[in-house]
């Protein structure tokens, strides 16, 4: 670390963990919102329904242009679960739009998308993909949209909250 440089502040989670322990074939989190944990980062990108369902096949990013479709796709559906007042489908579409930014990033560093050795005692050198990376940049547009919203940084404090006197 240089001397212009400053460690990043820990974060400190507010958020209740997020609960795998729940039967997630069986909860409809549209009609059970109250079951639904945001959790840290993606988690539960791939479990909550009916949200999954509804987002996961427009989510795609093998060039720019499909990343772009995708990330203005997700968006649009992230605008209108907040108009509907949908807290958990704002939710999963930022999750949608952060996994764009991690696993195109993935794709950026490591063209084979294989980031460890097949022992994996080590991690392998960069093998930089230039599209792969304008793909994440498209997706990490999109995502501080939504990460930032304030409608959905309200309704995310709002939910945190009950979400803790619920469970403690």
């Known amino acids: 670390m240089t001397a212009k440089q400053s460690p990043r502040p820990v974060k400190k989670s507010i958020e ?9 074939a069986t909860i409809d989190f549209r009609e059970r ?3 639904y944990r945001v959790g840290k980062g993606e988690q539960g990108v791939l479990s909550v329904e009916p949200y999954k369902s509804e987002i996961l096949h427009h989510w795609r ?37 952060q996994m764009g930014v991690t696993r195109s990033r993935r794709y950026a560093n490591h063209k084979s998308g294989r980031k460890w050795s097949p022992d994996h ?29 304030e409608t959905y940084q309200r309704m995310r404090a709002a939910h945190i909250e009950a979400s803790g006197k619920r469970h403690p």
Do not use: Q
């Open 121 to 149: 005692s080590e991690v392998l050198p960069p093998d930089i993909d230039p599209v792969k990376a304008e793909c994440a940049r498209i997706f990490f547009e999109r995502y501080e949209r939504a990460r930032d919203d």
């Open 16 to 24: 209740p963990p997020f609960d795998y322990s729940l039967d997630f």
């Open 33 to 35: 919102p109250d079951l």
């Open 61 to 97: 990013f093998k060039t720019p242009a499909i990343a772009r479709e995708s990330a203005d796709t997700i968006w649009a559906m992230f605008e209108a679960y907040r108009e509907r007042g949908d807290f958990v489908g704002m939710d999963m579409a930022r999750k949608f739009l």
